[in-house]
């Protein structure tokens, strides 16, 4: 019986002492990732957290190391040649062009030429048309997108 105790007590304090040594070992790694120091002094600093709404390569970072930042002030530009405006002039002509041959063919009528050719006119400038709106609606986005490859910072760091 004494045998078996002593079994037990020696079990028993060996992880005691393997479970302190654990907790000491995890609160020493704590300590030194969590608060970095120097021999010549400690450091804090503010960080945040940035990331731009539009994607593309960083084209200019404008800031130095350590440089402090107020509200407003530039961090990166992101790759501006990516937006730059589309360019909607072509289908804004095309539009012209199939409006004046769909209107010219519906006034010759059916002597002239095939209601078919007539209704592929009209399809043509329908289609030339919807491809104009969709140009218009590319075109706008780029210009917001353009206006946010800018990143500026929203507050300064407390």
């Known amino acids: 019986m004494k045998t078996l105790t002593a079994k037990i007590l020696r079990v028993g304090v060996t992880l005691l002492l393997v479970l302190i040594a654990a907790i000491a070992i995890f609160r020493a790694w704590s300590f030194y990732t969590e608060s970095p120091w120097t021999r010549d002094a400690k450091f804090t600093a503010d960080v945040l957290a940035i990331a731009p709404d539009v994607s593309g390569l960083l084209t200019a970072v404008p800031l130095r190391d350590n440089q402090p930042v107020k509200k407003g002030d530039l961090l990166l530009v992101v ?80």
């Open 79 to 158: 790759d501006k040649p990516r937006y730059q405006e589309a360019d909607v002039s072509y289908y804004q002509a095309l539009a012209e062009e199939k409006k004046r041959e769909a209107s010219r063919r519906r006034s010759l009528v059916t002597n002239a030429m095939s209601q078919e050719q007539i209704d592929q006119a009209s399809n043509d400038f329908s289609t030339v048309s919807h491809q104009l709106a969709k140009a218009i609606a590319v075109r706008n986005l780029a210009r917001m997108d353009l206006a946010r490859t800018e990143v500026r910072t929203a507050g300064s760091p407390t």
